[in-house]
């Protein structure tokens, strides 16, 4: 199984984890939610893509995943890794192994799980195959 370091090693920083996320969410590129136009500018402060275009703000619903996070995106990563082969396997780390790991507290491990269901299990999928591929 995936190590938290190996994340670490392939994604030493935010930045790393930011350019592999916006890859995964647009693979051709960002483009507006509204009108499909390309002049995107992200607002950090409301934490949404704004459309010079169409002047309008967008969200894509995938972003909400790590909205305001505090944990380091690596240790998401490595969560969603888990979270997506320990589905069909029978030797599944249980939650305190992970918050262990992780060196967190176990609701926040609880509530990082809560987060993965309230978004596109396909997407969950697919991203957790990315960093897998990239990480080996
Ligand atoms: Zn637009």
Request: proline share 4%; with cysteine; hydrophobic share 35%.
């Amino acid at each position: 199984m995936l190590t938290l370091q190996q994340v670490y090693d392939r994604f030493p920083t935010d930045r790393s984890c930011q350019h592999c996320l916006n890859q995964s969410l647009w693979p051709k590129g960002i483009f507006c939610a509204h009108c499909n136009q390309t002049l995107i500018h992200w607002y950090p402060s409301k934490n949404c893509f704004y459309c010079n275009h169409c002047r309008r703000y967008f969200r894509p619903r995938q972003t909400t995943l790590f909205h305001r996070t505090r944990i380091p995106l690596q240790k998401w990563f490595w969560l969603i890794a888990v979270y997506h082969h320990s589905k069909n396997s029978k030797r599944a780390l249980s939650t305190r192994k992970i918050a262990e790991l992780l060196e967190l507290n176990k609701n926040t491990v609880l509530r990082m799980f809560r987060c993965f269901r309230r978004v596109e299990a396909e997407w969950v999928q697919s991203f957790a195959d990315e960093i897998c591929r990239n990480v080996k």
